[in-house]
């Protein structure tokens, strides 16, 4: 059973445009929320998170949007840049509940110079 | 600060044999998680410690096993070897339970001959 469902394997976008990473989940218990970056031979590196108090976060280029009623999370970095190929993964936790977090196949993204 | 570190980074072993990961947290860091990532299946959970208790478990079978020490180092043991072991196995700390995002080390990437 995938709670954390990423349906897109990959994405490309050109320099300077949007690009736009969902994350679809099951569990409305899941009430925190993450995305990562990660490079081939290196471990993910946290980009972002947000919990389900809020709709937004916003981090220099990257913002998280949750959807709380059709259980959606994006991710949108604004303008992509080269560097930010790679495979990103979002995940879930319940905080009121056992702690681990459940995360997506991940989504390749590749940013066209 | 020094980050997550794993060791061995490779290791390459036969089937049957058994094998241990060693993952140190960032200081001050208490949960460790551990994952499996294999292509296309992204980041299955393994288990997680704190304060030296396994407090969550993923779905696993019993050849897969780890503990924590006072320091909160932590390792992690697969018995009898199967090929499809193979993969690359991340381990992740964090402060404390809650709204925490994890930190990763780069990985321990095994290889079941």
């Known amino acids: 059973d995938q709670q954390v469902k990423q349906n897109s394997p990959s994405l490309s976008v050109q320099e300077g445009r949007i690009s736009i990473l969902n994350c679809d989940y099951t569990?409305?218990?899941?009430?925190?929320f993450l995305w990562y970056k990660k490079y081939p031979a290196e471990g993910p590196t946290f980009l972002i998170s947000?919990?389900?108090?809020?709709d937004k976060n916003e981090d220099g280029r990257f913002t998280v949007f949750l959807n709380k009623s059709a259980k959606h999370l994006s991710l949108h970095i604004v303008p992509s840049q080269p560097g930010d190929s790679a495979v990103y993964f979002c995940?879930?936790?319940?905080?009121?509940?056992?702690?681990?977090?459940?995360f997506g196949t991940g989504t390749r993204l590749k940013v066209l110079a | 600060k020094a980050g997550v570190t794993q060791t061995p980074r490779y290791l390459i072993k036969t089937r049957g044999q058994q094998v241990t990961l060693s993952c140190s947290p960032i200081?001050?860091?208490?949960?460790v998680s551990w994952y499996q990532q294999t292509p296309g299946q992204g980041l299955q959970f393994l288990f997680e410690?704190?304060?030296?208790?396994?407090?969550n478990k993923g779905n696993f079978p019993g050849r897969f096993s780890g503990r924590q020490f006072s320091n909160s180092r932590s390792e992690m043991n697969v018995s009898t070897l199967e090929l499809g072991d193979s993969a690359l196995y991340l381990c992740?700390?964090?402060?404390?339970?809650?709204?925490?995002?994890?930190?990763f080390g780069d990985g321990t990437r095994l290889s079941i001959l």
């Open positions: 410690y704190f304060s030296e208790t396994q407090r």
């Open positions: 947000i919990s389900s108090i809020k």
């Open positions: 995940a879930a936790s319940s905080t009121s509940g056992t702690y681990k977090y459940i």
């Open positions: 200081s001050g860091h208490r949960s």
């Open positions: 569990n409305s218990m899941f009430d925190y």
């Open positions: 992740a700390s964090s402060l404390e339970a809650g709204y925490q995002p994890q930190h």
